[in-house]
């Protein structure tokens, strides 16, 4: 039972904010998409170009990486290396990106505990380096989304497995909104609308909508 005289307006340190997540892409690329059959392609390419123009609004840092780019992938999604065009993007020949020294260093780097992950396919490249990180101490919110697997199946035991394991799945608005989180942070509300008008689907055209008819600072 809480104690009612320690109950304060204040958030839970579990919540992901700007300064305590990184996020990392892992593997969305051409040849991975093309074997991709647990959900619409498309949408996926969505919420992962979503989820990184998230990460650049709230300057939260990020790992590119791809996995046999020249032999048999192919480059990674030009939408998402668009969004951060200075980025370095590591390549590997490890399915598991854990395994990877440079990657793991660049993760490393980031300072962050909280690991913020998305990438093809769910049942190979997301959940080894998923349980692999949370073995050494990580927090992992995989980005179920703006990931995908070989069949729906697929996906969906890759996603449980990885619950089972610790980690906590969430949605790429859902980790927008959180990084967000009052709509009184005036610095980041254009930025966070316009991300949500572009690739929020309906939400963001509810928005496009408030403003027009409503006018002044409309949000969900």
């Not at 809480?2 to 990392?24: F, K």
Request: proline share 6%.
């Amino acid at each position: 039972m809480a104690d009612i005289a320690q109950v304060t307006a204040s958030p839970s340190p579990d919540l992901l904010t700007p300064d305590n997540c990184a996020v990392l892409f892992v593997d969305h690329q051409p040849q991975m998409f093309f074997g991709t059959g647990s959900g619409d392609r498309t949408a996926i390419i969505n919420s992962t170009v979503g989820l990184a123009k998230a990460a650049k609004v709230f300057g939260v840092p990020v790992v590119l990486s791809t996995v046999a780019a020249e032999s048999f992938s192919g480059p990674i999604l030009p939408q998402l290396a668009d969004v951060f065009p200075e980025q370095k993007i590591i390549d590997r020949t490890t399915m598991n990106a854990w395994e990877d020294p440079a990657f793991v260093e660049a993760v490393k780097a980031t300072g962050r505990e909280k690991l913020v992950i998305a990438g093809l396919w769910t049942e190979v490249c997301v959940v080894l380096p998923v349980l692999s990180a949370i073995a050494q101490g990580y927090e992992v919110y995989v980005v179920t989304d703006a990931s995908g697997g070989v069949s729906p199946q697929a996906h969906e035991h890759a996603v449980q497995r990885m619950i089972q394991g610790g980690a906590v799945p969430v949605t790429w608005v859902q980790v927008l909104l959180e990084l967000q989180r009052d709509w009184a942070r005036g610095e980041t509300y254009v930025p966070v609308t316009d991300v949500v008008k572009e690739h929020g689907g309906t939400y963001g055209l509810g928005l496009v909508y408030a403003q027009a008819f409503i006018g002044g600072h409309a949000a969900g």
